[in-house]
């Protein structure tokens, strides 16, 4: 028993340390939702209280659109109106901008200095400040409230870059736009602040284009804020005793990257000298929010994290009692279960336990009862709730109240004759009519006292009938489903199956077509040189004739001799040339076919079997007015399938036949090899055609692909190149062109290929 208390006291300190890490967790997640909240309001408030003030621009320019400029006295008296210092403390001054033409400047100047609306004197010391010549001014002319931002009168932002943009960017958008962070003319103290502006451009003038709005353009009315002025209005100060909040502008909206977060775009911080002096203070790590506001078409990064304190601060003191509670009651427990070895506190432990039982029987979520020759004596709570009884409704009734009507058959509430256990499910009547399935289980109470009863504890499971049910049916649609995809794989594979012995057919007919188009190419091309050796033979034929009538007769000079001979050896020159040059081709022919015929292993001079290639096709090319050059050198040595690279380049030879010179009267193509290391080399077909798309290109090895389809086109020709390459001749291949520059085919291919990779 003491070994029982110091487990309960060690697993009680578990629970509690538990329970504290459980609370510190909560805390967090509290305060994480509280700095949520806090930074979406300051966001907001900030968004919001910029709106209202961007508003009263909007009022200002729509009066001015409708009814033009307003003069000096209105101007102040409309902002008098405004009551700024009271509705719009974080104003610093409201503005009008108007654009001088250079030529109209001084002209300008006069009238300002002569104009008596709001003072009786004028304004004689007004002038342009900085002196510049360019071709506009944007002097400020109205300056309202004009006390404190006597600086700014006469002002020209066209001399100062940053003022410039932000006037150009309005003037070109229509929109309002607001300057950087600026130090303020008229504020002495430092501080940043910025300044809002909307074009006011002239009455009933055409604004649908950029040009339209630079020539119709009079003029801008602006805000001026002092940031620590507008963040003290909108910021609640018990909450920035709180929170550290830090706006940056990071540049135009416009741009397409804004930029790092720096001091010179620092235009507020609530705990430098912007927001006063205070105390050093620790942030909450991880509590930091960033936000980025679209502030006059200008990015601002709002970052506002949490001070360590009565807000953001974890409550050390829950803890520590949750700590001390934890582990007093840990000690109490180990010390009560020591103590249990003592047979009064035994007796004592009984029943506690068995009002504990009692207790727990009425929370538990099933159904606890015990049942009696055909009534309920008892049950728990749980029962009562489960099948929709009041409390104490259900003692004394027969069982048969739980059981549906038109139930056939015995009480199912009935214990085994042997006092054996009961396990059944069964469909019970609830109060209100409807029905629930439930799992019973059933025990005798005591074997040697049946009249006792059976005890029977009720689990509700509708919810995994219901849920076996619709699984019956998702498996039933699931089976159907399965079949069918199954009838559908069986006939997608007869399909490809019979697609495959097409393709095999169609690449089987493809090269014996090549084969017989090569064999008409070469009975063409030996019909010359054979033609040529008939005629002159039958020449010769005739020539002997003459001599031997001649040396029949009267005799022979032997001037006639001489000739006769001569006649003969050009005869024979002219055979013997012809019969040689048949002979080539049918040499070049013979092994062309062999190689492609036979397809066998041997080494080979890649430029023999280009040259040989080439011989076949010699009447094709002439008859399409294609050159054919070639630059291999007659050191590149193979020990492959020269039948397979002589496949490969008829192909190429075949589409650049068919496709590149469309339309053209003659073309050229060219061989060029080279060795890649000594393992290597590099094969390159091009020609100077009409090249491809980027369709065509994306699409040239798919099998039956070809945009001369009827017209001599098959679509494996390059297919065929494909898997002779990559299969045969353990190579790759890429294909470059672009529409009007030719097409060029690169092939790399190793120089040795052994049967096994081949295979």
């Not at 336990?353 to 009534?375: H, K, M, N, T």
């Not at 549906?404 to 256990?421: E, I, T, Y």
């Not at 000079?557 to 080539?584: F, V, Y």
């Amino acid at each position: 028993m003491r070994a029982q208390g110091y487990l309960a006291f060690t697993v009680g300190i578990c629970l509690t340390a538990w329970a504290c890490l459980f609370a510190m967790e909560t805390q967090d997640r509290q305060i994480a939702d509280r700095f949520g909240r806090d930074t979406d309001k300051v966001a907001r408030d900030t968004e919001a209280r910029l709106k209202t003030y961007f508003d009263t621009l909007l009022a200002i320019r729509g009066t001015f659109a409708v009814h033009g400029p307003a003069s000096r006295a209105d101007f102040h008296r409309y902002v008098s109106e405004l009551r700024l210092t009271d509705r719009y403390p974080g104003f610093q001054a409201i503005q009008w901008v108007l654009r001088v033409p250079e030529a109209e400047l001084a002209g300008h100047v006069a009238g300002v200095r002569a104009d008596t609306g709001v003072l009786p004197g004028g304004y004689p010391g007004y002038r342009i400040h900085p002196t510049i010549v360019r071709g506009e001014h944007f002097p400020i002319v109205y300056n309202e409230p004009m006390a404190g931002n006597e600086n700014a009168f006469g002002l020209d932002l066209a001399a100062l870059p940053a003022h410039l943009r932000a006037l150009e960017l309005g003037r070109d958008t229509g929109e309002l736009v607001a300057t950087e962070r600026i130090t303020l003319v008229q504020d002495a103290s430092g501080q940043p602040g910025f300044i809002a502006r909307l074009p006011v451009y002239r009455k009933n003038a055409l604004l649908d284009t950029v040009e339209q709005r630079h020539a119709a353009l009079v003029g801008f009315v602006a805000i001026v804020f002092r940031m620590t002025d507008l963040m003290r209005e909108v910021i609640d100060p018990q909450m920035l005793g709180h929170l550290h909040v830090v706006i940056h502008d990071t540049g135009y909206m416009q741009d397409d990257a804004g930029l790092a977060p720096a001091i010179d775009g620092l235009l507020f911080d609530s705990a430098g000298k912007l927001g006063g002096r205070r105390e050093a203070r620790t942030t909450v790590p991880g509590l930091l929010s960033k936000v980025v506001l679209n502030v006059g078409q200008r990015r601002w990064l709002v970052q506002v994290a949490g001070y360590d304190g009565a807000r953001y601060g974890r409550d050390e003191g829950t803890i520590w009692l949750i700590g001390g509670c934890g582990f007093l009651i840990s000690a109490l427990i180990g010390v009560l279960l020591v103590t249990l070895q003592r047979r009064r506190a035994l007796a004592q432990t009984l029943r506690a336990a068995l009002e504990e039982q009692g207790a727990l029987q009425d929370s538990a979520v099933v159904g606890i009862g015990l049942f009696s020759d055909g009534r309920i004596i008892r049950c728990n709570r749980g029962m009562e709730e489960m099948l929709g009884y009041p409390h104490g409704a259900l003692a004394g009734r027969p069982t048969a109240t739980l059981v549906q009507h038109g139930h056939a058959g015995p009480d199912p509430f009935v214990c085994g004759p042997g006092g054996q256990r009961m396990h059944r499910e069964l469909e019970l009547a609830r109060r209100d009519g409807g029905s629930m399935w439930c799992i019973v289980n059933g025990r005798m109470l005591d074997r040697q006292a049946p009249d006792k009863g059976c005890v029977w504890v009720l689990c509700d499971i509708s919810d995994r009938r219901r849920t076996e049910a619709a699984l019956g049916n998702s498996l039933a649609e699931l089976a159907r489903q399965k079949a069918q995809v199954d009838a559908a794989h069986r006939e997608l594979s007869d399909a490809l199956d019979r697609l495959r012995q097409a393709q095999d057919t169609l690449v089987t007919s493809e090269k014996m077509a090549s084969l017989g188009a090569l064999v008409a190419g070469i009975a063409h091309e030996l019909n010359t040189p054979i033609g040529n050796s008939l005629l002159t033979a039958t020449a010769l034929g005739d020539m002997v004739t003459d001599f031997r009538r001649q040396l029949d007769g009267p005799g022979v000079r032997r001037s006639a001799l001489e000739a006769h001979l001569d006649d003969a050896k050009t005869a024979c020159g002219i055979i013997a040339g012809s019969l040689g040059k048949a002979a080539d081709l049918i040499t070049s022919f013979k092994q062309v076919a062999v190689d492609q015929a036979s397809d066998q292993r041997r080494p080979f001079a890649l430029a023999d079997v280009v040259r040989d290639t080439l011989a076949t096709f010699a009447a094709q090319l002439r008859r399409a007015g294609c050159a054919a050059r070639v630059d291999v050198p007659d050191s590149l040595d193979f020990d492959s399938y020269p039948g397979s690279v002589s496949q490969v380049l008829s192909n190429l030879i075949n589409n650049a036949l068919l496709h590149a010179f469309e339309g053209r009267p003659h073309g050229l193509v060219t061989i060029a090899a080279r060795p890649l290391g000594e393992d290597m080399a590099e094969l390159r077909f091009t020609d100077d055609g009409v090249g491809m798309s980027d369709r065509t290109l994306h699409q040239i090895y798919d099998p039956f692909f070809t945009t001369r389809m009827g017209q001599g086109g098959s679509g494996l020709g390059m297919n065929i190149v494909y898997n002779i390459v990559t299969g045969i001749l353990k190579g790759t291949i890429r294909v470059e062109s672009t529409p009007g520059s030719g097409t060029a085919v690169v092939i790399t291919l190793p120089r040795s290929v052994t049967r096994a990779q081949a295979a």
